[in-house]
């Protein structure tokens, strides 16, 4: 059944007058009686029952018209969500994410996201850096949150803002309370830390900047994510150097204190935005767009 007869059908139904519904269609009288007749034989039913005098719709046409318009309505919405979705003002997103993300860059970029394209539903899949890389390759994300400064061939990348290494320690820990420590003095501690292969450059960080002050790390523990690190902390099973934005993770039994400047070196960990260039829709440039807008001073990295 083509569209433009239920279009026709409605107007005529709503002004029971050929005349009239024929001049707000921008046509002549003849192609409109030719077209409600055509969709009367096509449904196998009369819709009017029309004279010299006036035009009435009949019981089947009065509920033909409620279906027509349903019809002529979800077709509008459809076009509606296609244009949108082309201008990156309506679609889905599927967005990787590092658990440490969640408390650093994350916040900004969905809450403003948010307020700028309401439309645009997005879904956060938590996976390693490896495992979102190898997963936007294959068209299953459309981008993520990672850590690392290299992406993995024919990926783009965007860094993140900096954010720095602080010591974490058990609240009970003698030092736990100092305005700064020097790693030194941290020689003879156990580090708990992750497998390497879940964040290679984050973890060459920390173990770069442990070598930088002459620490060799007996190390305790392998993990997957660095809230995991935090709380083998938390319950003494030895200190960690964790990026700076888990403070916000407001996690009991741990205490967060800064490096001196002496360690200052490699004391920073890697963040970035990747995604496939060859495949960017609107909504996602949309997105990459709030990713790359500035970064509020309320929401920077914690002082050090």
Excluded at 124 to 130: F, Y
Excluded at 273 to 290: G, R, Y
């Amino acid at each position: 059944m083509k569209t433009h007869l239920l279009r026709y059908f409605v107007v005529l139904a709503e002004e029971l007058h050929f005349g009239r519904a024929a001049e707000r269609l921008a046509i002549t009288q003849p192609p409109l009686s030719v077209a409600i007749k055509s969709l009367e034989e096509d449904l196998g039913v009369r819709l009017l029952e029309r004279d010299a005098k006036q035009v009435r719709l009949t019981d089947a046409g009065a509920a033909f018209l409620i279906e027509a318009r349903l019809v002529l309505g979800q077709i509008q919405r459809a076009a509606d969500v296609a244009r949108n979705v082309a201008q990156g003002k309506q679609g889905q997103l599927a967005i990787g994410v590092t658990g440490s993300m969640i408390y650093r860059d994350l916040p900004r970029v969905m809450q403003t996201f948010g307020a700028q394209r309401p439309d645009i539903d997005i879904t956060l899949h938590e996976m390693s850096t490896t495992e979102q890389q190898a997963a936007i390759a294959r068209g299953q994300l459309q981008g993520g949150f990672v850590n690392i400064i290299t992406p993995a061939p024919g990926l783009a990348l965007w860094p993140l803002a900096p954010d720095t290494l602080v010591c974490c320690l058990p609240e009970a820990h003698p030092q736990a309370q100092q305005a700064s420590i020097d790693l030194r003095s941290l020689a003879h501690e156990r580090f708990v830390m992750f497998v390497r292969e879940v964040s290679p450059a984050n973890y060459d960080n920390v173990i770069a900047c442990l070598h930088n002050a002459g620490i060799h790390p007996r190390t305790s523990h392998a993990v997957r994510q660095w809230l995991t690190v935090i709380a083998l902390v938390a319950i003494g099973q030895g200190v960690a150097l964790v990026p700076s934005c888990l403070q916000r993770a407001g996690m009991a039994g741990v205490r967060f204190v800064p490096l001196q400047s002496s360690n200052s070196l490699a004391a920073h960990t890697a963040g970035a935005f990747v995604w496939h260039p060859q495949v960017v829709s609107a909504p996602l440039q949309a997105f990459i767009d709030v990713v790359r807008g500035p970064v509020p001073e309320d929401q920077l990295p914690a002082a050090q």
